[in-house]
């Protein structure tokens, strides 16, 4: 019996920065790819070369060089890079994708980027996240490899799941754990008074954010003024003050358990160098370590991710306080 032998299908180069710089797919030219700011500027595949034009990591627009030839396309994307539509000289296309980033085979398509701005795989249909860590399929909805930070890190429980089964208001560009979505997570900021930008911390900002809570903006909005001008307060107005202390005081459990874990961690971190400069200093075998590091290291990434958390549902739960997601985060981390 003649045992088969397997083809290689596609050869992939890495650079020192572990990304995918090019491949060689099987009786095909070779690609070479170069990046800006971690993200696919141009690919070069024999005498064709694709550049990619962007304006703050969105998308724009999209040149095709071959020969003596020039092709310019336009790229209409979401605000999490996704292009949606792709017009050309005598070309219109408009990529359809499933929540998970799977599209129907297509031939000739424009777009060199595709699902959340990422290059798909021309062999595989699968996308490199990571600029090549992480081959994420979309069929299957799952990544291809286990993921290094799960299951006691920011990768979860699941080291295959990819967003946490919530691929609509999640991303993950680098193939290692979820971001919350671009379109929410930029919302414009305000300023709230002279109190924060002298520093004064977090209670002035909730004070301020509990006055425009008792203030029920969603209420004016629907055009039950008498409720925001009733005397006494009404019920109405009573529960949202209720619901906006409770919340507040959600906020600042995490904060003073974010800051105790931090506090210990740079405890232990302290004690670990002393006794490692102890420890060689006596010559100790390599077995023998500081055991208590890696405890307090999960805690503290325990509570950095519950503050995360909290944080993105104050933002969901109060749009109206028009506070971008990582401003909330800083304020409750005392910064």
């Known amino acids: 019996m003649t045992a088969q032998r397997e083809t290689l ?29 971690n993200r696919l500027a141009t690919e070069i595949q024999g005498q064709v070369q694709h550049s990619v034009f962007e304006h703050e990591a969105q998308p724009l627009a999209q040149r095709r060089f071959e020969a003596d ?14 292009v949606l539509q792709s017009i050309a000289v005598g070309q219109h296309q408009q990529p359809v994708y499933s929540p998970y980033g799977h599209r129907s085979p297509e031939g000739g398509l424009i777009s060199l980027l595709g699902f959340n701005g990422e290059r798909r795989d021309p062999v595989t249909g699968h996308y490199l996240l990571g600029n090549g860590y992480r081959a994420f399929n979309p069929a299957l909805m799952r990544f291809n490899s286990p993921d290094s930070l799960s299951p006691f890190g920011k990768g979860g429980v699941n080291a295959y799941a990819y967003c946490g089964g919530d691929p609509v208001n999640w991303v993950d560009p680098m193939g290692e754990f979820a971001l919350f979505a671009r379109g929410i997570s930029r919302l414009v900021s305000v300023s709230i008074s002279a109190g924060q930008e002298a520093g004064k911390g977090l209670r002035v900002m909730k004070n301020a954010v509990i006055t425009r809570f008792s203030k029920a903006p969603t209420l004016a909005e629907s055009g ?9 307060k009404t019920h109405a107005t009573k529960v949202t003050e209720a619901m906006a202390k409770a919340d507040e005081s959600k906020i600042y459990q995490a904060g003073a358990e974010y800051r105790h874990a931090a506090k210990k961690l740079a405890q ?18 390599d077995e023998i370590k500081y055991k208590e590091l890696e405890k307090y290291r999960s805690d503290f990434q325990q509570a950095e991710q519950q503050l995360a958390t909290v944080a993105r549902e104050h933002v969901l739960k109060y749009p109206g306080e028009l506070m971008p997601t990582n401003s909330l985060i800083g304020l409750i981390r005392g910064k």
Do not use: I, M
């Not at 039950?224 to 006494?232: F, G, N, Y």
């Open 224 to 232: 039950r003024e008498s409720v925001l001008k009733a005397t006494p």
């Open 69 to 82: 030839s020039v092709d310019c396309a336009l790229l209409a994307t979401d605000l999490q890079r996704s």
């Open 268 to 285: 232990q971190e302290t004690r670990s160098a002393k006794f490692q400069r102890f420890a060689d200093a006596n010559q100790f075998p």
């Open 9 to 37: 299908l596609c050869r992939y180069q890495y650079d020192p920065l572990d990304r995918v710089v090019g491949c060689t797919p099987l009786n095909r030219d070779s690609v070479q790819r170069f990046y800006r700011k």
